[in-house]
């Protein structure tokens, strides 16, 4: 016998009391809100409480989604819709961050934030089966690959719509607090929701990423829409974060263009619940205990040094020291130069963390200067690596971890076609997939085009390993030669006096 649409909504109300908090009084008046909601009507039927195992709204949502799209409820926006239904069913923002205060004080706040977490992939504002499509593997040199694929894309009626949307300038940016419960254009914030928290005095607020590129990855945001800027605040914030979430790590973009992040309009930190590969990186050199801190250099791709102590307050004076120096060194040789026509081009990206009673800051040098032999950025991935990745590298990928664009899913398949034996012509190749051509040609002058498909497949990604590799290598203000490491002693040296 087939399952009403009636059961099917009943269902979903089941899977918001043991999700999402929904009362059980409050049951039949949610079933009738989503009835409505969807264009069903209700039934003199019993309806059954099913035991409902899943963890995230997929399984219950999908007939819902389905029912409202052929009958036209969803106003051809079924993203939107969902997140209107699945915000209806969800605690309000003030609720869930009492709550989670209350088990962070009753609990800890790892708990808090474990609960916190589930909550979003509960309410589908962190996209669990979207995020768990994402391709990844890790190269023999420890660098995290993935491909991300969470990301829906939007059609042309959707598109349409957007370019239509009239612009009222609110939320000023997409991680404005404005956001929480916003929807209008490709801003689809229903189901955000947040904990708040203290930083150096501030309010600030911790929410999770909904297309995570790592575990429990999320975002603390300045409650006041101001930019980016690495101050002599800024690491201090860092370590009061850490202070209450030592589980966590937690960095800061470089705050300039081509270096930094995608937004630098508001103050934010990225953090979250994974060692990245950077982090556990060794010591290329120590330079020794200044003023109560142990300083090395990071044996890593890009320039990295590490500052650890037991004493915060010297770690934070210690690294505002460099960060000055760094602001204004120059050495034409390297093409580093600190400034011109009054642009800044030096800035460092700080990691905080603690092990322990240690606090541990790493910290990556970083230059945005522009040439014309490289327009995109001196230290940037360098043109002959576009094809595999042309976006900026911020700080998760300065850290090792690459998210490389969806493109690359279909087009890797196609190279890995030609190594196996499908007829290959360079100059008949799609418009979208010429910038492969170096590539491909490498390929199959190296391995021929005979080869199994298992095999095509470990070729093809041990070259995007050594491209993401090269791109690390490109983001190093100080190479890793005589001549670049020479200096960058030097430079540290002359800081640290």
Not at 238 to 261: C, E, I, K
Not at 265 to 287: C, F, I, W
Request: hydrophobic content about 35%; overall charge neutral.
């Amino acid at each position: 016998m087939a399952i009403t649409i009636q059961q099917k909504v009943y269902d979903l109300i089941v899977y918001a009391q043991k999700n999402l908090g929904v009362d059980k009084k409050d049951s039949l008046y949610y079933y009738n809100r989503v009835l409505s909601m969807i264009g069903a009507q209700g039934t003199t039927e019993k309806l059954k409480k099913r035991r409902i195992s899943d963890t995230n709204p997929d399984n219950v949502m999908k007939p819902l989604l389905e029912f409202a799209k052929q009958n036209g409820s969803d106003n051809g926006d079924s993203e939107k819709f969902s997140a209107d239904i699945l915000s209806l069913l969800s605690l309000r923002p003030s609720e869930i961050d009492r709550r989670f205060h209350a088990e962070g004080r009753r609990h800890g706040y790892e708990k808090a934030m474990n609960d916190l977490h589930a909550y979003g992939i509960a309410n589908d504002y962190v996209k669990a089966s979207a995020i768990a499509r994402n391709i990844k593997w890790v190269s023999k040199d420890g660098l995290v690959i993935t491909i991300n694929l969470s990301k829906p894309e939007k059609d042309n009626k959707q598109i349409a719509k957007l370019l239509t949307a009239v612009k009222t300038g609110y939320p000023a940016c997409q991680l404005c607090a404005e956001n929480i419960g916003y929807c209008s254009g490709n801003t689809v914030r229903q189901t955000l929701r947040w904990a708040n928290i203290t930083l150096d005095g501030q309010k600030w607020f911790w929410q999770f990423s909904p297309y995570a590129y790592f575990y429990q990855h999320g975002i603390a945001v300045n409650y006041n829409h101001v930019p980016m800027n690495l101050t002599d605040r800024t690491v201090p914030r860092l370590f009061d974060f850490v202070d209450q979430f030592p589980f966590y790590f937690l960095g800061s973009n470089a705050a300039l263009p081509r270096v930094g992040g995608s937004i630098l309009n508001h103050d934010h930190y990225q953090g979250g619940k994974e060692v990245l590969p950077m982090q556990k990186a060794d010591a290329r050199k120590s330079l020794g205990v200044t003023d109560g801190v142990e300083v090395q250099i990071l044996d890593w791709y890009n320039s990295a040094v590490r500052l650890q102590s037991a004493d915060r307050k010297a770690i934070e004076k210690l690294a505002w020291k460099l960060s000055c120096a760094w602001e204004n060194y120059d050495n034409a040789q390297l093409d580093i130069i600190s400034h011109t026509d009054g642009e800044r081009h030096n800035i460092f990206a700080p990691i905080a963390r603690k092990h322990g009673d240690t606090y541990i800051l790493d910290i990556i040098f970083r230059n945005n200067r522009v040439s014309e032999e490289y327009p995109d950025g001196i230290f940037h991935a360098h043109k002959q690596y576009h094809n595999i990745k042309s976006e900026g590298i911020g700080l998760i990928e300065a850290m090792g971890l690459f998210v490389l664009p969806a493109r690359l899913d279909r087009q890797l398949k196609e190279v890995e076609g030609y190594l196996c034996g499908e007829p290959y012509d360079r100059t008949s190749l799609a418009s979208d997939m010429r910038i492969h051509g170096d590539m491909i040609d490498k390929l199959l002058a190296d391995n021929g085009n005979s080869n199994t498909p298992e095999h095509a497949k470990a070729v093809v990604r041990a070259y995007v390993d050594d491209v993401c590799k090269n791109i690390l290598y490109n983001t190093a203000v100080f190479k890793p030669d005589e001549q670049g490491q020479t200096a960058f002693e030097q430079f540290l040296d002359s800081a640290l006096k």
